[in-house]
């Protein structure tokens, strides 16, 4: 079964820092502009980050900005979101997809909560 497994995630207190992982299998990721996404309780699925298929271009979305780094390993099938300096308002299960997003490969997520 195809689907994006992310990791990476846990509890972190504020100031401190996690990186991510995304994998899939039977699934290349290389051929894809890949993004990670966050839902936070009681709101959408927003768009944190993305980045082209060789890693030459990055986006992201203005509250993460300076704070995280996207980025992708095609050899090893991976995408990474390192993130620094978070935050209570980045608590919120975290996501990977293409761009725009293939429905039906939705992983379950991993969960990231910062708190004291």
């Known amino acids: 079964q195809k689907q994006f497994v992310e990791s990476g995630g846990g509890l972190v207190q504020p100031g401190g820092s996690l990186k991510l992982s995304c994998v899939s299998s039977?699934?290349?990721?290389?051929?894809?502009?890949m993004s990670w996404l966050r839902q936070a309780p009681g709101k959408e699925r927003t768009l944190v980050a993305s980045?082209?298929?060789?890693?030459?271009?990055?986006h992201y979305a203005e509250p993460v900005k300076g704070r995280f780094t996207i980025s992708r390993d095609n050899a090893k099938n991976m995408v990474y979101l390192q993130m620094n300096n978070l935050g209570p308002e980045d608590t919120a299960v975290y996501y990977c997809?293409?761009?725009?997003?293939?429905?039906?490969?939705w992983g379950q997520g991993t969960q990231v909560t910062v708190s004291q």
């Open positions: 997809n293409t761009v725009p997003v293939l429905e039906q490969f």
């Open positions: 039977g699934f290349t990721l290389g051929d894809y502009v």
């Open positions: 980045i082209t298929t060789i890693g030459g271009l990055t």
